[in-house]
């Protein structure tokens, strides 16, 4: 059921695309009721089926859009949203999908950077939303630890359940407790615990998935292949992950957060310069992350540990920074998810249950990996851009510990042994306007090109959730997606690992049913590949 938040969007959304079926291009009107009568014969509830000339369809599609980049005029639009209450529904969506020639693009917590899981760059595509955001429950087995989680929870939910079960339980995912589960999971997932425990894919024990015949598929009956691939390497292009069973970690009782800014004038520069031979070195119980914004560097760390040991550490370590007991705060991983999400700890954990139904911004972002320290001068030349008016945030996560052990080679994601950093250039605004958005695009874009000589080279790489159409964009050949063109994007997220991505693409969907404008293409039969 919509919020009342994503109903007060209904008008804007109406509003800015003329009518709320304009966006339907291409589209018959028959092929709309041939899907929505297959969902009914395979007993999917009319209620749950949402098309364009139902009253409910706009408050429906609006509920999970996190960027109002995607409420737009003329934008295409799905022809109808399947709000899936139970596996059988998903299943029928793709069934009835294959059916009638309508493609499914799975959305689950609908922070897709560039909003491909529920909207087309390609007026002519015909697809439907399948939305995962009622398949949310959370169950852990504190024993085992071990959870099951949907793919509709958000990373909020997830650790308000874990947290309610054991306080020394955890599990390693972003800070950002809106983002939904299926897409981060199946994207890699980085986050505080990653020097410790790696990504939230590498502690997948177990899925749920519908692939593209629409069976019911556990880690067994589909194959070490595509296990591999749904985790880190886009679960959207394979089939619909459903549900995923996780290993959850241990953590002490109490650990330690601290954050301290530090402006322009008091060696900023000096500090984040520093910080990039530091921060990968670090104990892989440490983590000390760095927002740049306007005129100062924020530097945030949690500690799996005591205040006092994180303050000997910083004093031995990374000095220059002025790290003392008094900037320290002990507290449960619980509290710390609190407090990197809302910069406090005193808040209610409650707020990790809001989903955050209403887009109230625009955003655009980019993002790169530096494997050799960026100089001083560089730096340095950052700040004119951070002045602007216009001007965005740039934000810093440390690789090393767990995440430097593992060769670029052996997993689905590759960013990992050789590089230091992960850099994430972040606009955001909320003023309307063709004119704003061109500025804002400028502004990172801008940025991201000033940066090039200093970042990861042939392929310069980015962060597969941190989607960016900016590197290239599918073309279609002979109904499937081109294998050649996609390796433009592909490599700059996947490395090596793309045309391995491609063969699983291959094996299990080989006509390419899910698919978007920047999903793993088959690799074509010519190629091969000797061992999936």
Known sequence: MPSAASRRLVPILCTLAISCSSGIAGFAAGDADAFTHCLAAAAVP?????????????????????????????????????????????????????????????????????????????????????????????????????AWVGSGATLGELYYAVGAASRTLAFPAGVCPTVGVGGHISGGGFGTLMRRYGLAADNVLDVVLVDADGRLLNRTTMGEGLFWAIRGGGGESFGVVLSWKLRLVRVPETVTVFTIRRPRN????????????????????VILRVVVQSQHAQFESLFLGRCRRLARLMRARFPELGMTQSDCEEITWIQSTVYFAFYSSSKPLELLLD?????????????????????????????????????GLLILDPYGGEMGRVSPAATRFPHRKGNLYNLQYYSFWFEHGAETLQRHLSWVRGLYGEMEPYVSKNPRTGYFNYRDMDLGKNEIEGNVTSYTKGMVWGEKYFRSNFERLAAVKAMVDPDDFFRNEQSIPPLPAAKGWSSI
């Open 46 to 146: 009319p209620r749950l089926v949402h098309t364009p000339g139902s009253a409910s369809y706009a408050a429906t599609l609006v509920s999970s859009i996190r960027n109002l980049r995607f409420v737009t005029p003329g934008t295409p639009r799905p022809l109808a949203i399947v709000a899936a209450a139970e596996a059988g529904h998903a299943q029928a969506a793709v069934r009835c999908g294959r059916r009638h020639g309508v493609r499914v693009r799975a959305r689950s917590g609908g922070h897709d950077y560039e909003g491909l899981s529920y909207l087309s760059l390609d007026r002519r595509e015909r697809f439907a939303v399948l939305d995962l955001a009622a398949l949310r429950d959370v169950r852990v087995d504190a024993d085992r630890a071990e």
């Open 266 to 285: 008091q060696s900023a520069t000096d500090l984040i310069t520093k910080w990039q031979e530091i921060s990968p070195s670090l104990p892989r119980d």
């Open 355 to 391: 989903r955050g139904t209403e887009p109230d911004r625009y955003f655009k972002a980019k993002s790169d990996y530096v494997q050799e320290p960026i100089p001083r001068h560089a730096w340095e030349s950052t700040w004119p851009w951070l002045e602007e008016h216009d001007a």
